[in-house]
């Protein structure tokens, strides 16, 4: 979230009604303040939605949540039933196997010269501070499918600061000081997976349920706004392309520099399996260089209850999250047929010849993340200093620096904060 509201204004309009937009909503309307959300789609909750198939759950998008005070508290408020994930177990595809733990003899003695002696340099690319404060080997086994799970995208895409500012060390410190100074900090709370039992769709569809009926809200939907409106307090809730035209008048220096913010494409396929015995875990990763085009797979049924239909239960079945990004993800946009014959090829290669897909449910993203580079750190800052400088400007979204449920949370629950003051 970037900017601030003006809490001597209660009116704020919001453009975009994504989760992000819901949320910002929501929170707004709980604090007295009038909102008016403004929709492209005919539809409210954007990328999110939670279809309910013959087989189980299939989500469009996010299928989990880190755990977060805000994130907790907001679907406490909203009465949505949260189930903990049943494992924390996750493994990493390395060397034709799934493992826990990824690393060679050597490349460990390598982490640990690398974390003991390399200090802290210029601030670039995660793939660069991996090398130097972890070496190449945890770079490769760790950090591409850590920024690939999350992000979508191979570490030397993103722009170590912006993507994992806990990451980064005061000049000339190393990893382990680092880390020794931090652990004598007080502890934080403990986090971990969840998600609603019904679905991601059921926190969206909550959110859309409690702004659409709030008497101080108006929701306008099949409205792709053109032009940024002449209000008082505004939310640019909609995609940074969406922002860098809508600010083109109001501020060019933003607008131009938002433009440049460029988008990953993802195609995430929850495939219902027979012939599988995936092991009890969140899902697995793959290290840099393996021969599978998925970035990760879920194991929806092993890490989460009730994803799958009581018939699907009975017929032994396993749900399955197949995320790809990158070329694979541009290949399967052009081609659908690519999708079940990649999806059966990954298949093969993690659980064995038996594999064997009966329902298939994809999910494709052309612009599904902005990229964490150094255009988009660019352009944040851009707008700290040109068009959020002030009251009653925000950017507010997955591209203002958590693309992540939990981090979307706590910035609603920052814009609604003055409110209360
Ligand atoms: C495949 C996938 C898996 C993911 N997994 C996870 C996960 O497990 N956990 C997690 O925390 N996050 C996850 N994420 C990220 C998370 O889902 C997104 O960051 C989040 O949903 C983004 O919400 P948003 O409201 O910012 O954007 P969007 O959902 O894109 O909403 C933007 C809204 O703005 C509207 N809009 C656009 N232009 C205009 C206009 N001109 N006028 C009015 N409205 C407009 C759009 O129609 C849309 O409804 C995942 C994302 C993807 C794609």
């Given amino acids: 979230m970037r900017g601030h509201l003006n809490p001597g204004i209660k009116e704020v309009t919001i453009i975009g009604g994504g989760v992000a937009g819901l949320m910002a909503a929501e929170a707004l309307l709980r604090a007295g303040v009038r909102v008016t959300i403004y929709e492209a789609s005919s539809r409210l909750g954007g990328m999110i939605s939670t ?61 640990a010269r690398s974390s003991l002696f390399h200090r802290a340099q210029k601030a670039g690319t995660l793939k660069a501070w991996a090398q130097n404060h972890v070496g190449a080997g945890a770079q490769q086994a760790l950090f591409t499918p850590l920024s690939q799970g999350i992000f979508g995208t191979a570490p030397g895409n993103l722009f170590q600061p912006l993507a994992f500012p806990g990451l980064t060390l005061p000049a000339g410190r190393t990893l382990v000081a680092h880390l020794f100074c931090r652990k004598r900090q007080a502890p934080k709370a403990r986090m971990y997976m969840a998600a609603p039992v019904e679905g991601m769709g059921a926190l969206t569809e909550a959110l859309a349920q409690f702004v659409t009926g709030h008497p101080h809200a108006t929701v306008v939907l099949n409205h792709a706004v053109k032009k940024l409106p002449k209000a008082k307090n505004i939310i640019l809730s909609a995609p940074a392309a969406v922002a860098a035209k809508l600010l083109a008048e109001a501020s060019p220096q933003t607008s131009k520099a938002l433009a440049k913010v460029q988008s990953v494409p993802l195609v995430a396929v929850t495939a219902f ?81 038996a594999a064997k897909a009966q329902a298939l449910y994809p999910a494709c993203w052309r612009e599904a993340l902005p990229q964490y580079d150094e255009n988009l750190a660019q352009a944040l800052s851009m707008a700290d200093k040109d068009w959020c400088h002030g009251q009653g400007r925000v950017l507010y979204g997955n591209y203002t620096g958590d693309i992540s449920l939990r981090g979307l949370a706590e910035g609603a629950a920052k814009l609604a904060q003055p409110f209360y003051q």
């Fill in 51 to 111: 279809q309910i198939t013959p087989f189980g759950i299939a989500e469009g998008a996010a299928h989990s949540f880190r755990t977060g005070e805000a994130i907790m508290a907001l679907c406490k408020r909203l009465n949505i039933n949260v189930a903990e994930g049943l494992t924390r177990k996750k493994f990493i595809y390395r060397y034709q196997k799934m493992r826990q733990f990824p690393l060679t003899i050597p490349e460990v003695f390598a982490l």
């Fill in 273 to 353: 399996f027979s012939g599988v015995k995936a092991p009890a875990g969140i899902g697995v990763l793959m290290a840099e260089g393996q021969d599978i085009a998925a970035n990760g797979v879920l194991f929806n049924s092993a890490a989460l209850p009730a994803r799958l239909s009581p018939q699907a239960e009975e017929k032994g079945l396993v749900s399955l999250t197949f995320m790809y990004g990158g070329s694979a993800a541009k290949r399967m946009l052009k081609a659908e047929a690519e999708i079940k014959n990649q999806v059966e090829k990954d298949a093969h290669t993690l659980f064995g010849p």
